[in-house]
Structure formats: C-alpha cells, structure tokens
C-alpha cells in the first residue's frame, strides 16, 4: 500500500484498488472510457494552495483552478468551517411555497452590491448549465410576457460552452456535443467566434473585431429582427481554448443588441469572480448584460452552486407581471452552498484578489506569459487577467496567420499536456492551444514557477517531435 499524503485521520488506500473500482464502476465526465479504463484514472487526494496531491505523492501545480474554479486556492478552512457551522444548523431547506433561507437571501444581496448596477436579483440554480437553461427560459418568458410570443431565437457561437445539459450544449457551439443526442435544439443558431489567430487574416485586430460582430447583424437580418430573442456568449471563451476577442468586438455587439432590442446574455460562468480582473468581465470589455450565468467562482467550487444575475429590464417584466415562472431546482438557493459562497467572497474581498489580478499578478502573469512567445513552438500567446493561451506551431511567422500550423493527426497538443502531466503541472490543451487559468491567489513567485514548467514541457513537446 503506497503512503497517501492524505490528511492525519484520513483512511490510508491502495492507488490500484481505487483505480480498479473506479474502472469498473465510474463513467467520468468528457471520457473515453475504454481509453481510461486502460491506463487507469490518477488519483487525487488533497490541495493546498495551488498545489494538488496525487496519491502517489507526486505535487501538481494546478495551472486550471481544478476546472476554471478554484479562484481562492486549495485548504481554505474558513469555507469548511463556514459549510460546517451551516450544515449543523440548517443543511438543506428548499426556496419553494414562499419560504427562504438566510445564506440564499445573503448571497443574493452581496451578489447584487458586487455586480453591475443594472442586477438587482438572483435565481439560483446548482450549476452553470442550469443557470443557462434558466437563461433560455427566462427570456422567453419575458418575450411572451412582453406580447412578442414569436421573439424566441438565441443566437450563440461556434465553439462556444455553455454547459452540458440539453439547452446548455445547444447553446453551446461544440460540434463534439452537437453530434451526440441531436442537438442543438430547435430555436437556437450559432455564429462564428471572434478568434483572430483563425480567422482574423489581413486584418488588424480592431478591424477583425468588428467583422466578427457583424456576423450577430447578418444573422439578425437573416432570421428577422422579431424572432430574436437573445445574444449569448462568454467575454472571453473558456473551454474553446481561452480565445480572447479584438477589444472592438463586445461594444460592437451591445450596438446590435441595443439597435434591435435583443436581450444580451453574458456567461460569467468562467469570467466572475475575478478571473479577469474585475468582478465580472463584462465591466472591462464594454458591455451592459440583461443576464449574467454565474457558477465556478462563486463558491470557488467547494460546493456547487451557479444562477443567473437578472437585469432590472427583465426582473421588472417577470415581477411586474405576476404569474409564477415555472422553473426551479431542489437545490436553488441550498442554504450551505451559499454559505460556502459567502465565505469564498469575504476571502476575495479580504485579500482583495479581483485587484490583485487587475493591477499586480494579473499584469505579471501577461509579461511572463508574452515571454513564451521566443519558444520556437509558440506562434502566438495572449492572456488576460488570470486566463492564457498560447498556440503550438510547426513554424513561427511574423504575422501569426502565417504560422505553419501541425497536422491535427500528430496531436501534438496532447503531447505537450502529457509532459505537464508527467512534470507536475496542469495545463489544457484544445486542439494545439495550450491554455491556464490558475487560482487567483497565485503569487509572483509562484507564476516564475509555472512558466518554467510550461517552457520546459515545450522543450520536451519540441525534443519529441525532432
Ligand atoms: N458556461 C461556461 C462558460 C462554462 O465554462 C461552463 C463550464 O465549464 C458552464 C457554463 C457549465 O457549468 P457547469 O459545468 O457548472 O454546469
């Protein structure tokens, strides 16, 4: 039995036999189980900071925050203690029939104080998924409550995420999902996404920037300004590979949505919380959201928990009108994720992580990333605030679209994260794009760290492919 570095108390396992039951019983999300259960699942068993353990007692610098979500670092006990104290006075009571709790009502008024002026309430859900399924009936409610019962098309984008549940991977533009349960549902189109490095050729950024908005108008016009109901998209596209859009691109989508009176859905489900540099993304890139999903960050995901902020245009149309929205979670509002939530926004505001990330690491984090750009694997690198991507060349150009690009075949993405995995570092790879989004308590030092370890599993991607 090998020694888990788990906590004094924790019971000890053998690395093998949890491999083998989870082999045998556990179908893990976005997995290749024949594939897993082949090489067996690593096992992970404890967190401190940015740093995770194996049960091997290998140290992993978690360059993701987990999954986009552990803004505060790992071993926060003033969370656990806070979960504790909630669950020994009140571990679950529902916000049906007319009853609250006092976290849920806590949260959502520190959760307005945080947000953009326009947010005055919150609906809860247990996830960010749900939170966009609450969007798209949201909207269509308001629609129908506003006489407009046709206005019912949310247009999304290409290679956009916005969760997994039935409208969510609709809303979402991942072809991968998109061919499995035939989906996207009826009602909801997608546009291109603002990715420069792909399809931003012979223009200047700015200029691309607003070429890709106008793909929202063309589409507009083409389906009919009165069957839209919604805009969906992320500031700055996560799980697509961290593509960061042209700073023309958001203020020229809110011209369009305000030009034709469609409601604009931010999906801070990723971008919240301080990721880049704000409390929400959508106050640095321009733009005036009726909605915002939010999920991850607000617990930094030691409980699950997501919603929906609800601008004043909408919650002014769904409350003055009266009617019950029939739509609802057993867990919106669950008393001790909100305590978590609570717990994890004090710690943010305490250590004043959002202008830490804006004015200290955050600018950090950029110069040291940009210095990636001398490997000669690396065509091109961009971060902001606390998320970063660089793309895996087979020859470098002064003008990025001139990169000689890897055939997809050689994978050499997941080469480049299977040297991370060996070397004690997570890093993502989609497609050749190797992304970060590491926990918001990083420090300077410990960015040196991680971009050592990057530029060395880059040495190692680039020895493997000579
Ligand atoms: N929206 C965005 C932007 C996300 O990145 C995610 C998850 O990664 C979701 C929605 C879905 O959230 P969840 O996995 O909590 O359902």
């Avoid at 700015?206 to 507009?220: D, H, N, R, S, V």
């Avoid at 949505?257 to 540099?277: H, N, P, Q, S, T």
Wanted: charged residues 20%; negative net charge; proline residues 5%.
């Amino acid at each position: 039995m090998s020694a888990n570095p788990v906590q004094p108390g924790a019971q000890a396992f053998d690395t093998r036999a949890i491999q083998q039951l989870d082999s045998a019983h556990y179908l893990h999300p976005f997995t290749d189980f024949k594939d897993l259960n082949s090489k067996g699942a690593r096992v992970i068993v404890r967190g401190q900071g940015i740093y995770l353990w194996d049960s091997e007692g290998e140290k992993i610098l978690d360059g993701m925050s987990g999954l986009w979500c552990v803004n505060v670092g790992y071993g926060r006990t003033s969370i656990s203690e806070a979960v504790y104290r909630q669950m020994e006075t009140l571990p679950f009571y529902n916000s049906f029939f007319n009853t609250t709790n006092v976290p849920a009502t806590r949260l959502a008024a520190k959760l307005v104080e945080i947000s953009p002026p326009q947010f005055n309430h919150v609906f809860y859900t247990g996830s960010g998924s749900e939170g966009n399924d609450t969007n798209l009936r949201m909207v269509r409610r308001y629609w129908d409550l506003m006489g407009f019962k046709e206005r019912h098309t949310i247009i999304s984008r290409h290679n956009a995420y916005h969760g997994s549940t039935v409208a969510g991977a609709s809303l979402g533009g991942m072809d991968g999902m998109h061919a499995q349960g035939g989906l996207p549902i009826p009602g909801i189109v997608h546009i291109g996404q603002p990715n420069y490095f792909e399809s931003g050729r012979g223009m200047t950024e700015a200029e691309f920037g607003i070429e890709a908005a106008g793909w929202l108008e063309a589409k507009i016009l083409e389906l009919g300004p009165e069957k839209v109901a919604a805009f969906i998209g992320e500031p700055v596209q996560g799980a697509g590979g961290v593509i960061i859009p042209p700073a023309t691109y958001w203020p020229e989508i809110q011209r369009i949505c305000d030009k034709y009176g469609i409601l604009l859905i931010a999906d801070e489900v990723i971008c919240g919380f301080g990721r880049l540099g704000a409390w929400f993304g959508s106050e640095l890139l321009g733009i005036k959201p009726d909605l915002i999903t939010f999920a991850k960050g607000v617990s930094s995901g030691y409980i699950p928990l997501g919603g929906v902020l609800v601008g004043d245009r909408i919650a002014d149309v769904l409350i003055g009108q009266g009617g019950d929205f029939n739509h609802g979670f057993t867990y919106s509002g669950h008393p001790v994720a909100c305590a978590a939530a609570l717990e994890n926004i004090r710690i943010i505001e305490d250590e004043q992580l959002v202008k830490q990330v804006a004015n200290v690491t955050g600018p950090y984090l950029r110069r040291k990333f940009a210095s990636l750009r001398d490997h000669p694997l690396v065509g091109y690198a961009d971060s902001y605030g606390f998320v970063a991507g660089l793309n895996l060349v087979r020859k470098k150009a002064e003008v990025v679209h001139d990169c000689e690009l890897f055939t997809p075949e050689l994978a050499v993405g997941m080469i480049c994260r299977g040297h991370m995995f060996n070397n004690g570092m997570i890093m993502r790879a989609v497609g050749d794009r190797m992304i970060i989004a590491p926990p918001l308590v990083m420090t300077k030092a410990e960015i040196d760290e991680m971009v050592n370890k990057i530029r060395y599993c880059l040495d190692k991607t680039l020895a493997d492919l000579q």
